[in-house]
């Protein structure tokens, strides 16, 4: 189960998804050109990982899950209720748990090579 959960392709996708999500949030929210910019940088890295055989797509989703670690400060303010609200409540409930899961399932997927978590034994 853990090596499907690992799986780079599988990672990549939820990566690309929450990306759209931050599109959304970058233009509704944010009303920010420049967040939007890195949404789609990192979007497009993810989809590059995607499109790559395992190694490079592995190595390619380091950068991006190393980046992740910046926000694990406001995930946590978010998670112990002292941020500011989005306006939208769903959002300010489901965001950070998706962060909190998000940032170690990408941090495992692109370590794999080196950590060997969730390496199928065949």
């Known amino acids: 189960m853990l090596d499907a959960l690992l799986d780079y392709k599988n990672v990549a996708l939820a990566n690309i998804g929450w ?7 970058a233009i509704e929210i ?8 890195v949404v789609v940088v990192i979007g497009c890295i993810f989809v590059a990982a995607w ?27 978010s998670l112990m209720g002292e941020a500011e609200s ?20 990408t941090i495992l997927a692109s370590t794999q090579e080196w950590t060997g978590i969730g390496v199928s034994e065949e």
């Open 19 to 25: 990306a759209l999500l931050h599109v959304w949030i």
């Open 86 to 105: 989005s306006g939208y409540e769903w959002l300010d409930i489901v965001g950070p748990i998706i962060w909190f899961v998000i940032i170690p399932i």
């Open 30 to 37: 944010e009303e920010s050109m420049g967040f939007l910019a």
């Open 51 to 77: 499109r790559s055989e395992e190694r490079l797509g592995r190595r390619i989703m380091l950068l991006p899950s190393i980046l992740y670690l910046l926000v694990l400060p406001a995930v946590a303010e």
